[in-house]
């Protein structure tokens, strides 16, 4: 199966902060990855796909990069609403699975 | 609109049965594949299982193989996860997600405990 490591854990940082989240892959998954964010008591939300791609109605402080191993996800200007914790996801293989997750907290 | 909607939750003995129910409306059910992911309690994100539009091919994470099946029923809507031989750790919220994981469920509470 293919491991996905997040880093960091946890981030503190503070609303206007330029924001990176770094993901790695146990192995080459192309550009198969999703990053989503996720708030207390709800369900995961889909942000960015195939590596690059923002969903639709995500606003653009947010991007993703990467391919092959490695991916982050970026928050250009954190903003209050951006308090949460975000998970990246390989679907390269049946058998899809997501980092353990980094939770960007208020500094 | 797309919604998904679970049910079935609920608490149960280790070594018990429980059905996980997710009813769709706002897309056309048939044409989409479905997964199952749970989330244990201050836990991360655990894919449990995947369907296939027809239901033709089904997988699933190790943690789960030869306890959980996934099914579907295309005339009714409905994605199921018959949930057999539970164990404490399969104590989650358990959601459905449409195939690209663009559209999650509210998800459904199980625990298992005596």
Redesign the interface.
């Known amino acids: 199966?293919i491991q996905m490591t997040q880093s960091p854990s946890t981030l503190s940082a503070s609303v206007g902060d330029r924001v990176t989240i770094t993901c790695r892959a146990s192995q080459s998954i192309s550009s198969w990855l999703?990053w989503?964010q996720?708030k207390p008591g709800k369900?995961?939300?889909?942000l960015i796909?195939k590596a690059s791609s923002l969903?639709s109605g995500v606003p653009s402080r947010f991007s993703g990069s990467g391919s092959g191993t490695e991916f982050t996800l970026t928050i250009s200007s954190l903003q209050p609403d951006d308090f949460a914790t975000y998970?990246c996801?390989q679907?390269n293989s049946?058998?899809?699975?997501?980092?353990?997750?980094t939770k960007v907290e208020i500094k | 609109q797309v919604q998904l909607v679970e049910s079935g939750g609920g608490v149960v003995q280790p070594g018990g049965s429980l059905r996980l129910s997710c009813a769709a409306s706002g897309f056309t059910f048939s044409s989409y594949g479905m997964?199952w992911v749970r989330q244990a309690p201050g836990k991360?994100?655990?894919?449990v299982a995947?369907i296939r539009y027809d239901g033709s091919n089904k997988?699933y994470?190790?943690s789960v193989k030869g306890r959980f099946t996934i099914s579907r029923d295309n005339s009714k809507n409905t994605l199921y996860l018959q949930m057999n031989s539970l164990r404490a750790e399969d104590t989650a919220v358990y959601?459905c997600a449409k195939e690209?994981?663009?559209y999650?469920?509210?998800?459904t509470l199980v625990t298992v405990s005596s």
């Open positions: 199966d999703a989503y996720q369900a995961p939300k889909l796909y969903e998970y996801q679907y049946y058998g899809w699975t997501f980092g353990q997750g | 997964h991360g994100l655990e894919w995947f997988y994470a190790d959601y690209t994981l663009d999650w469920g509210q998800g």
